[in-house]
């Protein structure tokens, strides 16, 4: 049974950086990415990694601040979030999915394994 757990979430002030992980139990994914939702607002995507490249991808909203990662060996993923604002505050979730023909990587529906997701809050 495949299992994503986030971790690293907290409390940033504006400017500040945090560093998300995300281990999975089970392999073979073809992408795995980092989505976001906010109080009142749908889930979005925030950054997709194709794990057998290695290359990310990113919403506009993050470009040149925020870098998805990977470690294979030890199937984990990370998100290192720079110059965090406050719009960046969301719980943020993990995924996964085998679909290695996936083409919209950073849309919900592309993703089949979900992680239960971890709080960012960042204060102004």
């Known amino acids: 049974q495949v299992r994503l757990v986030e971790s690293g979430g907290g409390s940033a002030q504006t400017g500040e950086s945090l560093r998300l992980s995300c281990v999975a139990s089970?392999?073979?994914?073809?992408?795995m990415g980092w989505f976001r939702q906010a109080p009142d607002k749908e889930r979005e995507g925030v950054a997709a990694?194709?794990?057998?490249?290695?290359?990310?991808y990113y919403a506009d909203s993050v470009k040149g601040r925020f870098t998805i990662s990977q470690d294979t060996a030890r199937n984990k993923i990370y998100l290192q979030m720079n110059n965090l604002q406050p719009e960046d505050t969301a719980m943020y979730y993990c995924?996964?999915?085998?679909?290695?023909?996936?083409?919209?990587?950073?849309?919900?529906?592309?993703?089949?394994?979900w992680g239960q997701g971890t709080q960012v809050t960042v204060s102004s």
């Open positions: 995924a996964a999915d085998d679909e290695s023909s996936t083409v919209d990587i950073l849309a919900t529906y592309s993703y089949r394994y």
């Open positions: 089970g392999d073979g994914f073809a992408w």
């Open positions: 990694i194709s794990t057998g490249g290695g290359r990310g």
